[in-house]
C-alpha cells in the first residue's frame, strides 16, 4: 500500500479514481487494463472491444482504448466509471477465461459480442485472425457453437453471414477486407494464399488470391513491403513469375482497401479477360 504522500508523486500518473501507474511507462491496453482491474469486484470481466485488443484480434483502424468495456453476469450490479462502457451479459459455460492474469470473455463469446458493432468485412477478418493456420486461436467448431447458443440480441444475423466465409488461410486483415468486398461486388470466390504451379506442377507463387480458373491473381502489398528490400524484391519476383505464365497479377494497396471500388473494377474487368462471363454472383 501506498502512502497518502506517495500517491501525489510527480512520477505517477492516474488512469482512473482511486489508481496509479508510472507516468513514464508506455501507455498500452493492457496497462490501462491492468491498472482498472485493482478496483474491479471479482464478479466483472473485460469483454467486447476491450477483450478483442488484450486479443490482439485485429479491430478497425483508430478503435480507441477508453472507454474500457467492462461486463457483469445478468441480473448484478454494473460497475459505474469515468472511462468506462458497462455491460450486463448473459453468460454460458465457457464464455469466460483468463489471460495475462485478467479476466475476459473467451475468443468466442467475444467474436460474437463484435458482430453488434463491426462491419460483415470487418467481423470475418477478426473470424480469420482466430483461425490463422499458423496460430489458430480457437476453431471453426468452437466458434460454430458460440453462435448456436450465443443469447444476444444484437448481430445473430451477421454471424451467421460470416461464418462460412472465414478463412484460416488469410495472412491480413487487408487481405480478409479486401476478400469479402470482393464477394459483397459479385465477383467470383477467390482461394486464398494458395500455391500456383506452372503446366510441369513447379511452383510458381503464392498470391494473396487468386482465380485459377481466369488465371489473375491479387497482391496486397502493404506500407512493410515498400520499406523492406528484400519483400520488395520478392513481391517483384512473384509477379514477374505470374505474368510469365500468362497471369494477370493485379497489385492492391492501402487505398484500395480504404475504398475498394476501383480495385473492384480492374478484377472484374481482368476475370472478364480470362473467361468469366461477367454476371453477378450471389454468396449469400
Same mark, same amino acid.
Given at each position: 500500500?501506498?502512502?497518502?504522500?506517495? *500517491?501525489?508523486?510527480?512520477?505517477?500518473t492516474?488512469? &482512473?479514481?482511486?489508481?496509479?501507474?508510472?507516468? @513514464?511507462?508506455?501507455?498500452?491496453?493492457?496497462?490501462?487494463?491492468?491498472?482498472f482491474?485493482?478496483?474491479?469486484?471479482?464478479?466483472? &470481466? &473485460?469483454?467486447?472491444?476491450?477483450?478483442?485488443g488484450?486479443?490482439?484480434?485485429?479491430?478497425?483502424?483508430?478503435?480507441? +482504448? $477508453?472507454?474500457? /468495456?467492462?461486463?457483469?453476469? !445478468?441480473? #448484478?450490479?454494473?460497475?459505474?466509471? =469515468?472511462?468506462?462502457?458497462?455491460?450486463?451479459?448473459?453468460?454460458?459455460?465457457?464464455?469466460?477465461?483468463?489471460?495475462a492474469? $485478467?479476466?475476459?470473455?473467451?475468443? #468466442?463469446?467475444?467474436?460474437?459480442?463484435? !458482430?453488434?458493432?463491426?462491419?460483415?468485412?470487418?467481423?470475418?477478418?477478426?473470424?480469420? &485472425?482466430?483461425?490463422?493456420?499458423?496460430?489458430?486461436?480457437t476453431? $471453426?467448431?468452437?466458434?460454430?457453437? =458460440?453462435? %448456436?447458443?450465443?443469447?444476444?440480441?444484437?448481430?445473430?444475423?451477421?454471424?451467421?453471414?460470416? *461464418?462460412? *466465409?472465414?478463412?484460416?488461410?488469410?495472412?491480413?486483415p487487408? @487481405?480478409?477486407?479486401?476478400?469479402? %468486398?470482393?464477394?459483397?461486388?459479385?465477383?467470383?470466390?477467390?482461394?486464398?494464399?494458395?500455391?500456383?504451379?506452372n503446366?510441369?506442377?513447379?511452383?510458381? !507463387?503464392?498470391?494473396?488470391?487468386?482465380?485459377?480458373?481466369f488465371?489473375?491473381? *491479387? #497482391?496486397?502489398?502493404?506500407? /512493410?513491403?515498400?520499406?523492406?528490400?528484400i519483400? +520488395?524484391? @520478392?513481391?517483384?519476383?512473384?509477379?514477374?513469375?505470374?505474368?510469365?505464365?500468362?497471369?494477370?497479377?493485379?497489385? =492492391?494497396?492501402?487505398?484500395?482497401?480504404?475504398?475498394?471500388a476501383? $480495385?473492384?473494377?480492374?478484377?472484374?474487368? !481482368?476475370?472478364?479477360?480470362?473467361?468469366?462471363?461477367?454476371?453477378?454472383?450471389? /454468396?449469400?
Amino acid at each position: 500500500m501506498l502512502a497518502r504522500g506517495r *500517491l501525489r508523486g510527480r512520477d505517477l500518473t492516474a488512469p &482512473f479514481a482511486g489508481t496509479r501507474d508510472l507516468a @513514464e511507462a508506455e501507455a498500452s491496453l493492457l496497462r490501462l487494463c491492468r491498472a482498472f482491474a485493482l478496483r474491479m469486484p471479482p464478479r466483472s &470481466f &473485460f469483454c467486447g472491444p476491450t477483450a478483442a485488443g488484450l486479443m490482439q484480434i485485429p479491430l478497425p483502424v483508430g478503435q480507441p +482504448w $477508453l472507454p474500457l /468495456h467492462i461486463g457483469v453476469r !445478468a441480473g #448484478e450490479r454494473r460497475i459505474e466509471a =469515468a472511462g468506462i462502457h458497462a455491460h450486463h451479459l448473459t453468460l454460458r459455460d465457457g464464455d469466460l477465461t483468463l489471460s495475462a492474469g $485478467l479476466a475476459l470473455t473467451s475468443p #468466442e463469446r467475444t467474436w460474437c459480442d463484435l !458482430a453488434g458493432s463491426l462491419t460483415l468485412p470487418q467481423l470475418v477478418s477478426a473470424g480469420d &485472425f482466430l483461425l490463422w493456420r499458423r496460430k489458430p486461436t480457437t476453431s $471453426l467448431v468452437r466458434l460454430e457453437t =458460440a453462435v %448456436a447458443q450465443f443469447p444476444g440480441r444484437r448481430g445473430p444475423r451477421m454471424l451467421r453471414l460470416a *461464418l462460412p *466465409l472465414i478463412s484460416d488461410r488469410s495472412d491480413s486483415p487487408p @487481405e480478409s477486407e479486401i476478400r469479402i %468486398a470482393i464477394l459483397q461486388a459479385g465477383l467470383p470466390a477467390p482461394d486464398v494464399n494458395e500455391p500456383v504451379r506452372n503446366a510441369l506442377g513447379q511452383f510458381v !507463387a503464392r498470391p494473396d488470391l487468386s482465380w485459377r480458373r481466369f488465371r489473375v491473381a *491479387l #497482391e496486397y502489398e502493404g506500407d /512493410h513491403h515498400r520499406r523492406d528490400r528484400i519483400q +520488395w524484391a @520478392e513481391d517483384i519476383r512473384r509477379i514477374n513469375a505470374l505474368q510469365l505464365i500468362n497471369w494477370i497479377a493485379i497489385r =492492391a494497396h492501402s487505398p484500395d482497401y480504404r475504398d475498394p471500388a476501383e $480495385l473492384i473494377h480492374k478484377l472484374r474487368t !481482368a476475370l472478364m479477360a480470362g473467361g468469366w462471363d461477367g454476371n453477378p454472383i450471389r /454468396h449469400w
